[in-house]
């Protein structure tokens, strides 16, 4: 299984960006998807995922609002649109796999990408 994060980058506050998880090497339209972001020195943390139909989705609340995640299923990729960004989104972007259901646990999540690189100048 390869998850392949992309579209990270240098923007200014009140920009925007949109990443990209490609999945290979599973059948995508079994499996949750997530996205969870590390800033140096602290925890990964939730923030936000889509069930393996899309139906349900959910959002930390620092992002709600401003962050909009989707799926392709056709393409085997989940995106996460990223408005209105603030210099505190600045973290390393992973996105993660789990089996159907959506979870904001870290630990519940069985298939990682590499990440990418956000970062917000103010």
């Known amino acids: 299984v390869q998850l392949q994060a992309s579209g990270g980058g240098l923007v200014q506050a009140g920009g925007f960006l949109r990443l990209s998880c490609a999945a290979s090497?599973?059948?995508?339209?079994?499996?949750?998807m997530s996205w969870f972001r590390q800033a140096p020195g602290k925890e990964r943390e939730f923030v936000s995922a889509?069930?393996?139909?899309?139906?349900?989705?959910i959002y930390v609340d620092s992002v709600k609002g401003r962050f909009t995640i989707s799926r392709d299923s056709g393409e085997n990729t989940v995106y996460l649109q990223m408005n209105s960004l603030k210099p505190e989104d600045t973290a390393v972007y992973y996105c993660?796999?789990?089996?159907?259901?959506?979870?904001?646990?870290?630990?519940?999540?069985?298939?990682w990408g590499q990440g990418t690189l956000v970062t917000v100048s103010s």
């Open positions: 993660g796999a789990r089996w159907r259901l959506v979870s904001k646990t870290v630990s519940e999540y069985v298939y």
């Open positions: 090497g599973l059948t995508f339209s079994n499996y949750a």
């Open positions: 889509i069930s393996w139909s899309g139906g349900a989705t």
